[in-house]
């Protein structure tokens, strides 16, 4: 992928202002006329010590005017997030125009997202919504609304749109279920945060038999707006927008960039926006293909789901930290060997932590137990999903050979998201997490 002037500023800026970058692009010429001229960021570096943003060596300046936001949909410790005031205002003022085609004057909107705790999803959601090119009228209920108040709400203020995580708007439709009611006024569904599957798309389309369901756009905490949602979007295809942030998508194994259409990779992510904390081919956790020829305006391409070396796994409305993960499961099993698997079953998530027992390994029951009571004690929203039905969790002891592996690098895949992502799959075979 070729490169412009801004990329340059951005890269000699880092290198400048950042310890982090000034290492980390130690040897890259000073002009560069390719993206594949930089090293891709190493996660867990990236994000060492950026619990204390005073010791944080990414950061290019003091946070004075700041945002500071905390990654992953937990209580647990998740890495912090930051932003000045005029990027923030960027982003939703980018992300607001790019909704614009997914409302029609008039429309009365539910915002669903979550707020508190230093989540970003309500307040991103709001503020965005301020700049869509419609006129709308937002109800900010967040997602901790009561769904008897909510239905009552719809009723009597007519909202017709309804905007917040799967998972939520799931709770929502299964009360609604339970009570044999529908609700035909809402006419749109616009979902975020994570992907929404065939099964649990039906179950939607019960309780909103006249809604039109779409994503709501593709960004994250960390890495900010990474792509749009169109109006000419299938499920899970989102359009890149140049100016904004530049997206590749390269080979898990070989580090080969993708042109071709259809064929899945890492997607990586260099902000050409962000300056306190710089994002320069930035691995963002999620898989992807592109739908659409080099060259192509705003080129589309469609998430497949979470890759395997991924530092933040969604499933409903929690994240997993894999490192936390690894960390229990040496803990409490003595055992470096595990995996996170993710399934589908009707509406519900499966979520499966396999691990092997060693030699130090204490009793396998005991150990079973003390990693579910850990995993929910860490991730309380686990309880909260499995109360509403939307999410089993299985803790399986196994052996090696049970622990697929890429069939390349031979490396253990600590996440296997089995979940059918989009209708089509014309995917090449590429020794990916979904083929292993």
């Not at 980018?94 to 705790?117: C, H, I, M, W, Y």
């Not at 109006?231 to 295809?237: K, N, Q």
Request: proline share 5%.
């Amino acid at each position: 992928m070729k490169t412009s002037e801004p990329l340059n500023e951005l890269i000699t800026f880092a290198r400048q202002h950042s310890p982090f970058y000034a290492k980390h692009l130690a040897d890259v010429p000073h002009q560069v006329t390719s993206l594949t001229q930089l090293p891709l960021i190493e996660p867990l570096a990236y994000w060492q010590n950026s619990q204390s943003l005073d010791h944080w060596p990414v950061l290019t300046a003091t946070r004075e005017r700041a945002l500071v936001f905390k990654t992953g949909g937990s209580t647990s410790a998740g890495k912090l997030s930051v932003y000045t005031q005029r990027e923030w205002r960027r982003l939703v003022t980018e992300f607001g125009t790019s909704l614009s085609s997914q409302f029609k004057p008039g429309d009365r909107v539910a915002n669903l997202f979550f707020a508190g705790d230093l989540y970003a999803s309500f307040l991103f959601i709001h503020d965005s919504l301020a700049h869509v090119a419609v006129n709308i009228t937002e109800f900010p209920f967040t997602g901790d609304v009561d769904s008897c108040v909510l239905a009552q709400s719809i009723e009597q203020h007519r909202i017709n749109v309804l905007a917040g995580l799967p998972a939520h708007l799931l709770t929502f439709a299964e009360w609604l279920k339970r009570r044999e009611q529908t609700m035909p006024g809402i006419d749109t569904l616009l979902y975020g945060g994570e992907s929404l599957f065939a099964s649990q798309r039906e179950l939607l389309e019960r309780a909103f038999p006249d809604a039109r369901i779409a994503s709501i756009g593709y960004a994250s905490v960390d890495a900010g707006f990474i792509g749009s949602s169109q109006r000419d979007c299938e499920e899970d295809e989102h359009r890149m927008h140049e100016h904004h942030a530049l997206l590749e998508i390269i080979d898990e194994h070989s580090g080969e960039v993708i042109e071709t259409c259809d064929r899945t990779g890492l997607l990586v992510l260099t902000n050409l926006d962000r300056r306190l904390m710089p994002l320069i081919r930035y691995p963002v956790g999620d898989r992807a293909c592109w739908r659409e020829p080099p060259g192509a305006a705003q080129r589309k391409f469609a998430l497949k789901g979470r890759s395997a070396s991924s530092q933040r796994v969604r499933v409903g409305i929690v994240s997993l930290i894999p490192e936390d993960i690894g960390q229990m499961t040496r803990s409490i099993a003595a055992s470096d060997d595990w995996q996170l698997v993710i399934e589908q079953s009707g509406h519900r998530d499966v979520l499966k932590l396999r691990w092997v027992a060693t030699a130090q390994s204490p009793a396998t029951t005991e150990v079973d137990q003390q990693l579910r009571t850990e995993l929910i004690a860490h991730y309380p929203l686990i309880a909260q999903l499995q109360t509403d039905h939307l999410l089993v969790l299985h803790i399986e002891c196994c052996s090696l050979e049970d622990l697929p592996r890429h069939p390349r690098s031979g490396k253990c895949l600590r996440v296997l998201d089995l979940r059918c992502y989009g209708t089509r799959n014309k995917e090449v075979p590429d020794g990916s997490v979904d083929s292993a």
